[in-house]
């Protein structure tokens, strides 16, 4: 099974990454990570989302905690939280693959209304696992619809449902399910992170997302650093200078562009918030990413 994955997915990647190393598919939050040479540090605040490793191998880091893992192992994020990862093996001959698909709340909702009880852990938002046999199936089943654009339409959605289930009823339930809870504190504070995400160039009221939150300010606070691990002035700047990086190394955009296009008013405080994040100044961090990039190509 897991071969047979690994070839789909090979085949979807070759064929359809792009420059970055990301593959798209028509199937609503999937997508398919090519790479044939170790990789630069990757900062993100991801959302959340499963990510089946089918070849090489990648350390993520959240925080004090680092994970490796590889081929045959699931990584789980199961709330929006700052993670630093780095894909450690690849090559030309044996690029690293992985699935990785976003979690639906909607779809675990409705899961969790019909199976019922799973019990609850909400203290690692980050986890590595093997991936279960359930799982691999019905990632290969969805996978092989890629190849059958007249059906993805009809059978994607019910197999799309199907991998939220397995993840769900395996050994991943009890760290998903406060995603399906409604009006559970992480349904509120995904309403608050939603809006960062949307707005985060803006200056943004903590009262406001309190309110969009429904929490008084107090226990906003503290619920949002629990579930983040970041205040939300702190979590609105990680996706800022997380996108002037992005700008700057993608787009090519000047320092002082991208700092300003991501909302900053003052290039000095933009580069002195981006050295404390990402270890140095953005301009010797773009250039030696840059230098990285060109020695693995």
């Known amino acids: 099974m897991t071969d047979q994955l690994l070839d789909h997915a090979r085949r979807y990647a070759d064929a359809h990454a792009d420059r970055s190393g990301v593959a798209a598919t028509p199937i609503e939050g999937l997508v398919l990570l090519r790479e044939t040479a170790p990789t630069m540090l990757q900062y993100a605040i991801s959302k959340p989302l499963v990510a089946l490793v089918l070849q090489g191998s990648k350390r993520v880091t959240m925080g004090s905690r680092s994970f490796d893992f590889g081929a045959g192992d699931s990584l789980l994020i199961t709330t929006d939280v700052p993670t630093v990862s780095q894909i450690t093996t690849a090559s030309r001959a044996l690029p690293y693959y992985s699935l990785v698909l976003e979690l639906d709340a909607t779809i675990i909702a409705s899961l969790v209304s019909q199976i019922g009880a ?24 969805l996978l092989r619809l890629l190849d059958r654009p007249d059906a993805l339409g009809v059978l994607g959605p019910q197999l799309s449902k199907e991998l939220h289930y397995w993840l769900l009823s395996g050994r991943h339930g009890g760290a998903i399910r406060a995603l399906g809870i409604t009006d ?44 983040t691990s970041l205040s939300p002035l702190q979590f609105q700047k990680h996706l800022r200078l997380i996108e002037a990086r992005r700008r ?35 301009a010797r961090d773009v250039r030696q990413a840059r230098t990285q990039v060109n020695a693995a190509a």
């Open 118 to 141: 799973v019990p609850y852990e909400a203290d690692q938002p980050v986890r590595v696992d093997p991936t279960e046999q359930e799982v691999a199936d019905a990632a290969l089943r």
């Open 184 to 227: 559970s504190h992480a349904q509120r504070i995904a309403k608050a992170v939603a809006l960062l995400r949307e707005r985060y160039a803006e200056t943004i009221k903590v009262e406001a997302l309190a309110d969009v939150a429904g929490m008084s300010l107090s226990a906003f606070h503290v619920h949002f650093r629990s579930i």
């Open 248 to 282: 700057m190394l993608a787009q090519g955009e000047t320092i002082s562009t991208a700092a300003y296009g991501v909302g900053y008013e003052s290039v000095p405080q933009f580069t002195r918030e981006y050295g404390r994040i990402f270890g140095q100044p953005p």
